[in-house]
Nanobody, 126 residues
Framework: QVQLVESGGGLVQAGGSLRLSCAASGGTSNMGWFRQVPGKEREFVAAISASGAITAYADSVKGRFTISTDNAKNTVTLQMNSLLPEDTVIYYC??????????????????????WGQGTQVTVSS
């Protein structure tokens, strides 16, 4: 059983930065960040393998967001720079003890992740 606790959301002006953190209990996992507008499907943001060797990003955040992991602390961080108003949404941390494959697409599918955090709100004002 993996439990995830997110922190770091908040309000920031466009162009600013926020750092989201997710503390995981229960061992090292492949980790992902997703975001979801109420009433819409959960959208992939970024993912990192359990070893930290593989990362994946959505095109909409590539070059602005960076995902990293500290396995000693069982924490995954999403550094978000150059934030845009359209980044305003609830962000969720997710963990997958194993993936169906090592392909890039596997990291991007929310169905691959068995454990989810409670979500943290990010609001970017224009």
């Amino acid at each position: 059983q993996v439990q995830l606790v997110e922190s770091g959301g908040g309000l920031v002006q466009a162009g600013g930065s926020l750092r989201l953190s997710c503390a995981a209990s229960g061992g090292t996992s492949n980790m992902g960040w997703f975001r979801q507008v109420p009433g819409k499907e959960r959208e992939f943001v970024a993912a990192i393998s359990a070893s930290g060797a593989i990362t994946a990003y959505a095109d909409s955040v590539k070059g602005r967001f960076t995902i990293s992991t500290d396995n000693a602390k069982n924490t995954v961080t999403l550094q978000m720079n150059s934030l845009l108003p359209e980044d305003t949404v609830i962000y969720y941390c997710a963990a997958a003890l194993s993936l169906s494959s090592g392909s890039d697409s596997a990291y991007r599918r929310p169905t691959q992740y068995s454990y989810w955090g409670q979500g943290t709100q990010v609001t970017v004002s224009s």
